[in-house]
């Protein structure tokens, strides 16, 4: 029970170094078709999807820091394939960290650039 709360307390001030983050509704997106070497730059905009191949890429949500908008972004993202409609990924794609939570298929890579900023 001890570790337990030392654990807790131990964690309590990480809390507050949450950071205060700016939703946007495009994601800057890059893909990489690994048997062509051809690469692809386009926007996804929350609740939209974007096609790749066979595959199919929904955003839903892309946040930046609110005090540095070009320091990092994250982009909540779906993908699926069109031939039998599974989901292949799902979860938070962060840009300045493209491999903590990667897409992994045989063909493509895609990755998020950048929350595109309001005007």
Excluded at 97 to 103: M, Q, V, W
Aim: aromatic residues 10%; proline residues 4%; charged residues 20%.
């Amino acid at each position: 029970m001890i570790r337990v709360l030392a654990v807790i307390a131990a964690l309590c001030p990480f809390a507050a170094l949450a950071e205060d983050t700016t939703s946007t509704t495009t994601a800057n997106m890059r893909a990489l078709d690994k048997v062509s070497g051809q690469t692809w730059d386009f926007d996804i905009s929350s609740g939209q999807s974007a096609s790749l191949g066979n595959l199919t890429l929904f955003s839903k949500e892309c946040r930046y820091p609110t005090d540095d908008p070009s320091s990092n972004a994250y982009v909540y993202l779906s993908i699926q394939d069109e031939r039998d409609g599974g989901e292949l990924f799902r979860g938070w794609m962060v840009a300045a960290s493209p491999a903590l939570n990667a897409f992994d298929h045989a063909r493509y890579d895609v990755w998020l650039l950048s929350c595109a900023l309001p005007e």
